[in-house]
């Protein structure tokens, strides 16, 4: 049987997928009628910044945020990036086909963010007396991921 929590993190889950989803094709319908792909691009990505930030307070013990919520309007402020990103790097590249742009663009993004993992693992300590230093901060690994699923 599956449990209550399993389910919820199944909703919350597949809401985050869906609002993904609308929100990519309200996004793209928008930008392929005023084709400001770049102006498009950098507000998704500065909104995408603070939801980001929020997603941060709401971890705070001494706020009572949920990050569940905050979360679900990161899905919708940076779930359209990519499509939007590769309609501008389409429009930018205009001799080369949409599969080869989109492949180059996913392709640099991969690496990209494969890049990132060994630079956050090196700074994920800065800052943390050396008593803490041990375990990541003194916190479970599972901490943090029983506080956002439930």
Request: charged share 15%; hydrophobic share 50%.
């Given at each position: 049987?599956?449990?209550?929590?399993?389910?919820?993190?199944?909703?919350?889950?597949?809401?985050?997928?869906?609002?993904?989803?609308?929100?990519?094709?309200?996004?793209?319908?928008?930008?392929?009628?005023?084709?400001?792909?770049?102006?498009?691009?950098?507000?998704?990505?500065v909104?995408?910044?603070?939801a980001?930030?929020?997603?941060?307070?709401?971890?705070?013990d001494?706020?009572?945020?949920?990050?569940?919520?905050?979360?679900?309007?990161?899905?919708?402020?940076l779930?359209?990036?990519?499509?939007?990103?590769?309609?501008?790097?389409?429009?930018?590249?205009?001799?080369?086909?949409?599969?080869?742009?989109?492949?180059?663009?996913?392709?640099?993004?991969?690496?990209?963010?494969?890049?990132?993992?060994?630079?956050?693992?090196?700074?994920?300590?800065v800052?943390?007396?050396?008593?803490?230093?041990?375990?990541?901060?003194?916190?479970?690994?599972?901490?943090?991921?029983?506080?956002?699923?439930?």
């Amino acid at each position: 049987e599956i449990s209550s929590a399993a389910k919820y993190v199944a909703l919350i889950g597949a809401l985050f997928q869906v609002i993904i989803m609308a929100s990519s094709i309200i996004v793209g319908s928008v930008t392929d009628k005023t084709r400001s792909y770049f102006m498009v691009t950098l507000v998704l990505m500065v909104l995408g910044v603070f939801a980001l930030a929020e997603c941060g307070v709401s971890l705070d013990d001494d706020r009572d945020g949920d990050v569940r919520w905050s979360m679900l309007i990161v899905s919708g402020l940076l779930g359209p990036l990519l499509p939007v990103s590769t309609e501008l790097a389409v429009e930018l590249a205009y001799p080369l086909s949409e599969n080869t742009v989109l492949v180059i663009l996913q392709l640099s993004c991969n690496l990209l963010s494969a890049l990132f993992i060994p630079l956050f693992q090196a700074v994920r300590d800065v800052g943390i007396g050396s008593s803490k230093a041990g375990n990541g901060g003194g916190a479970d690994d599972d901490d943090g991921a029983a506080f956002v699923l439930g």
